[in-house]
């Protein structure tokens, strides 16, 4: 009979790497996949099931305007307790640090339901850095019964924390198998103002930044110090796709916008925004998924946090940590901008993340676990 696996997940980025895991789930003929996804995120997330052509078996459609952190957490857990009452899988797969990845994995060990934490051991031991998501992954990793880590130091994380070693499996990063599978060598953007950046002779700087650890001060410097830098370098170009959240977008049109060279756009699906990645001469972001897809590109990121859970981009070479004071960004994007030496060293720096086969090794652990009675070998 076959195992069924059910994979929970409910925002834009936990969509993108759980989909190459839900379609190997799917190939394979041992196993049975259900998914429900909360739509913690409701426009973002049907954006990446539609590219990967996933078809959720429930959706609690959870979001709300505005909502709270508390109403996430409790329309999620109460909504994935009854479906997993329901449908009794033989596991339940959660991905990351999200208001959804602790709800499935409180919902299903109050069922006694195995859980399987994909993107697991990622920490920066600081619970409010970044916030939520620090606490969401660490009370996760207490409940899971297989981890899932994506990279060296993430494994290492997780036995400091006494978790047995044949609980912990390095897969690399789901997010590498997504990008490789959207990425197409033909690909045109229907967005003409894109095409136009593009098409120009000048210097892409892609940009990113909605955390909620960010809000206020913080992204009024980052908008501040892009704008600065556009100001001063003439053959730049800023692409900034704004978070829809209203907080976010108040501070960010208050400063960027009809600024020459500043292109606000709304949020991009995965396909356009990965193959726009690829065109960016510069990443700036304070999102934690481009810190991880951009290595396989050969794109420098400066990272707009004070702290990392992933630290293995930024010990490759890849990844800068410069905060979000307006004349350290001005300062990292200057250098870069005109020392050739310090872009190549950035731009060539190793992936650490895998080579696109991280689902596989999932599937293949999984099969074993259930090979061996609910016992990693």
Known sequence: MKKRIMTIFGTRPEAIKMAPVVKALERDSELEPIVAVTAQHREMLDQVLKLFEIEPH?????????????????????????????????????????????????????????????EAGLRTWDKY?????????????????????????????????????KKVFLTGNTVIDALFMVLKKDYQFSNTKIQNVIS?????????????????????????????????????ELIYPVHLNPVVR?????????????????????????????????????????????????????????????????????????????????????????SQDAYNIMSSARNPYGDGQSSKMIIDVIKEYFKNDGEPL
């Open 129 to 165: 850095h970044p916030y939520p998501e620090e606490m969401n992954r660490h009370l996760t990793g207490v409940l899971a019964d297989l981890h899932f880590a994506p990279g060296i130091e993430s494994k290492e994380n997780l036995l400091k924390e006494n978790v047995p070693e």
């Open 58 to 118: 429930y959706d609690l459609d959870i979001m709300k305007e505005r909502q709270s952190l508390t109403g996430i957490l409790i329309r999620a857990l109460h909504g994935l307790e009854e479906v997993i009452a329901k449908e009794r899988p033989d596991l339940v797969l959660v991905h990351g640090d999200t208001a959804t990845t602790f709800a499935g994995a409180m919902a299903a060990y109050y069922q006694r339901v195995p859980v399987g934490h994909v």
């Open 200 to 236: 120009s002779n000048r210097r892409l700087i892609l940009m990113t930044a909605h955390r909620r650890e960010n809000w206020g001060k913080p992204l009024e410097n980052i908008c501040k110090a892009v704008l600065q830098i556009v100001e001063e370098n003439s053959d730049v």
């Open 250 to 338: 108040e501070i960010v049109f208050k400063y960027l916008k009809d600024q020459e060279r500043i292109h606000l756009i709304d949020p991009l699906d995965y396909l356009p925004f990965s193959h726009l990645m690829q065109k960016a001469y510069i990443i700036l972001s304070d999102s934690g998924g481009i810190q991880e897809e951009a290595p396989a590109l050969g794109k420098p990121v400066l990272v707009m946090r004070e702290k990392t859970e992933r630290p293995e981009a930024v010990s490759a070479g890849t990844v800068k940590i410069v905060g979000t004071d307006q004349d350290n960004i001005c300062a990292a994007l200057n250098q870069l901008l005109h």
